[in-house]
């Protein structure tokens, strides 16, 4: 299932006023297909992603997973649908120090009523690299190893919608070019439409199409060589 942003805004309250941080956003992205996104500081990209993982209900505008418009949802079928159709990964992997990978990625399964997914976590630790150290915790495991576990525990309950903040940020340039690398293939294998926001540009070519923001506005994201 794509992902469709359809004239999104959202504001904050700002003092007296409201500050904007997304000033009409359109976006598009095909299942099996990574939109990047770039630009400065404070310029919407977080506020982009919160609102696409249905964390964020937005002023205005319209996001749809599939066909599904999740603003017009009730609260408890949109708590449905980020469990099932959104996998989210943070810059910081927030793994529970007590559980073992493998733990980490049932856990998901449990939450989503109480599903067993014991071999699919196994073949996606597998995917990410880990199938010999699905039984570590996360302090026996390095900072790029973390992120891993933190992806393929997104991607557990195969969602549609893939949404990426600035996953290698901890990370040095080799990790991390690893991870890019492995989350553009699980997005081509896996079909998950995917939101990367980066500040690596080092590998920006492999995305599908890059957009830039800048002041809460999204340019038209250009298609790159690899889409
Ligand atoms: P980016 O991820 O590009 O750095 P953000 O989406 O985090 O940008 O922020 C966009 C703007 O919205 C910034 O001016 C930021 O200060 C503001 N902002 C973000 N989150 C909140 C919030 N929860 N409450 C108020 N203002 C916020
Ligand atoms: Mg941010």
Redesign the pocket.
């Known amino acids: 299932m794509s992902l469709t942003l359809d004239t999104v805004t959202l504001t ?3 003092g007296d006023g409201r ?1 904007t ?1 997304l000033d009409e956003v359109g976006l598009v992205v095909p299942a099996g297909t990574t939109t990047a996104l770039v ?10 992603l919160a609102v696409a993982a249905t964390l964020v209900t937005p002023d205005r505008g319209r996001i749809l997973v599939g066909g599904t418009d999740t603003v017009a949802l009730r609260p408890a079928e949109r708590a449905v649908l980020r469990r099932r159709e959104i996998g989210i990964v943070f810059q910081q992997p927030n793994l529970l120090p007590s559980l073992t990978a493998l733990e980490q990625l049932e856990l998901m399964g449990r939450l989503d009523g109480g599903r067993r997914v014991t071999g699919r976590a196994r073949d996606l630790l597998g995917a990410v690299g880990l199938g010999d150290l699905a039984h570590r915790r996360p302090h026996q495991l390095s900072g790029g190893q973390r992120q891993r576990v933190n992806i393929a525990r997104a991607l557990v309950n195969e969602p549609s919608v893939l949404l990426v903040d600035e996953p290698t940020s901890a990370l040095d340039h080799e990790r991390g070019a690893a991870v890019l690398g492995l989350l553009f293939r699980l997005t081509r294998e896996r079909g998950t439409a995917t939101v990367l ?1 980066t500040h690596d540009r080092a590998r920006l070519d492999e995305a599908d199409a890059v957009g830039e ?1 800048h002041d ?1 506005r999204l340019a038209a994201p250009a298609a790159t060589t690899a889409g």
């Open positions: 904050y309250p700002d500050l941080a630009g400065p500081s404070g310029s919407g990209k977080s506020s982009l926001v923001m809460g």
